[in-house]
């Protein structure tokens, strides 16, 4: 029989999918947690503010900053408590990473959320490959895919 859920089991994080994610290069391993509901709205309402600031272009810098902030919102310990206390606490990870290991984290945690952003017009949108679902991955993966479409059309 299935374990039936208290008040304080359905207000936990516990139920938040974390999935471990190795750097075998640098011999280390980091989980990542999927974002909450409240997470998601948090994430819709800052894409939506980079719509309203008319931010035309997104420069490296705000990308980063974009990515650095999904892995405040995911990065977490084996019992799914996060890692970082701030957006700024997490942004520190600028200084000490490669841009291949934030990049890695921040898809990460867009993946299991099932979230999505094309680069191109900020917009968020519904998975291809996950039909139904709210949205899904990638800042740069889905920037470089939008692209190859620009140039088939």
Not at 64 to 92: N, P, Q, R, Y
Request: hydrophobic share 35%.
């Amino acid at each position: 029989m299935a374990k039936i859920l208290g008040r304080d089991d359905l207000l936990s994080s516990n139920y938040l999918k974390r999935e471990l994610v190795e750097f075998p290069d640098l011999g280390v391993s980091v989980y990542v947690r999927e974002l909450s509901a409240s997470q998601v709205l948090q994430f819709n309402q800052r894409v939506q503010q980079l719509k309203d600031d008319e931010i035309k272009e997104l420069t490296p810098e705000v990308t980063f900053d974009f990515m650095t902030w999904i892995i405040s919102l995911s990065v977490c310990d084996e019992d799914g408590s996060l890692l970082f206390s701030s957006e700024e606490d997490a942004s520190k990870l600028k200084d000490a990473f490669g841009a291949r290991f934030i990049d890695t984290l921040s898809d990460k945690a867009m993946e299991i959320s099932r979230l999505k952003v094309r680069l191109d017009g900020l917009s968020t949108e519904v998975a291809d490959n996950l039909p139904n679902d709210p949205m899904k991955s990638s800042l740069v993966s889905s920037h470089k895919s939008s692209r190859k479409r620009a140039k088939k059309s």
